[in-house]
């Protein structure tokens, strides 16, 4: 029987001819939402571009232009300009754009989808790259009261996307009733930390938790209760006041918004580890790092008496004290100037105050914690010495502290140090990996004190450095802001003024500092 002969293939057309390197050449080059569709085009597509998204990315960019709508246009354009699938997006504006939020939140939520968890604050001052230059810049509020003969009305915005592939993300708030006085449901937020990371990894401590509190909140409580509920693994850092507006991934929710039951005192990002993650996703990990901007000065001192008042200001606390070892009490003003005539040039002051403290959360048996916290001074009198806050109790042993440039570039340069042994280990890495991927640092957010900045160091671009130094190409992201959140043993620079105590005290709410984080990424090791 005689065979047919075959037909001649039809030869492939069109995007069928493409190949898949270069198909994943063209999809590496499309904007965010074009990659987003073309996921959808195929099953082979989609594949290609989970490949091209397989390990993180942190994107941000800033805008000073004064329309805000033109600046918020800037940076989205800039962020969403490669691909990306945003887990997570933090929005920062320069103080004088307050009444913006609502609507940058809103204008962010339709860009980035409904599911992604958001945060907009104000801020008085933004770190990173400009949106049209690239050019990277700490910009500071006071920058355009200096230049008051510009024509830009001091308005700033930086936005930072993330995509942390083998993590989930979600915004939780700490809400306090507006019927019940000024307690917030601290336990009720602790928990809800603990049940969304157990329900994701397993495990009730996330391996990072991004905080904001509000303008009035006072976070000593809640960091407390933080530390003791968390595993020493688990990164806090953040901004402990500023204004915000915050959207879940699951709901949406005004800070200031139409609650006629809630206020809300401060806002979470939580970053949890997704145990159902594919066995092919590497491990993400957080670094943290913090450079202090204070130094210890004088002898020790112990409270004797304490009284605390309430005024428009805020919660001050009068005390009286004597130094360690002696009986005389001393009058306030009088210690003030003991410890001024210490300092060459007239800087702030706080006292750190180290005590021991029993904390429980919800039903778990108490812990006993050591900690460090710092108060303002305010000023004194022939009997009282009045500082920011309240918690300290008659007894109590305290130090002084005064804001130090020298100091700070100091802890600065030790970050520097700290990042380039980071980057020494990601090169070994690559060297001897033995069958598994190279360690790379994929981005860092910073977190400073607006006391900070050129004004303070005299020089610009110094609490950027230890990322410019050593990752010069990666993204960052920061603010400058009212106090610093960052967990973890303090890094107050010690001295001989301070004693064993203080040093090993733990603190969650700094002055003068700058939080680091860095993100790096380990591929999964490859199969054979």
Known sequence: MEKKPKEPLTPLTGFASINED???NILKRTPATSFASAACVSKSWNDNCNQILSKPKLASAFSLNPDPKVALQEVVSKVLSEPIRPQFAIANVIENGVEYLSETLYLLAAKLGSKTPIIVSCTNGIIGRDAVTGEHKEVMLEDFWVDAASNNSGFGMLLTVGYLPGLKVEAFPLLRPRKAGPVAMIDNFVMDIKNYSASVSGSTSPALIIMFGGEEADLKPVMEKLDHAMSRETIIAGGRRSQF?????????NVNGSSTKYFTDAVALIFARDEDKPSGEGKIQFHSAISSGVSAIGPRYKAVSVKETQSETGLTTWLTARRQGEQEILGGQMIIDSIESELVNKTELFIGVSK???CVTGSENPKLLRSLALHQVKGGDGEHLLVSGDGIGSGDYFH???????AALCACSNVSKYFRNLKLDCRSCQLHGGGVGSKEVVGGLVFSCWGR???????SNVDSSPFLDNFPGIPMAGIFGCGEVGRGFTMLNADDHED????????CLHVYSTIYVLVSYTPAPLKH
């Open 500 to 507: 064993q105590e203080e040093k090993t005290s733990c603190c």
């Open 453 to 459: 900045g050129e004004s303070f160091f005299g020089h």
């Open 245 to 253: 507006l915050y959207r879940r991934g699951t709901e949406a929710r």
């Open 22 to 24: 270069l198909v994943q």
């Open 356 to 358: 021991q403290r029993q």
């Open 400 to 406: 002084f502290y005064h804001s130090d440039p020298k």
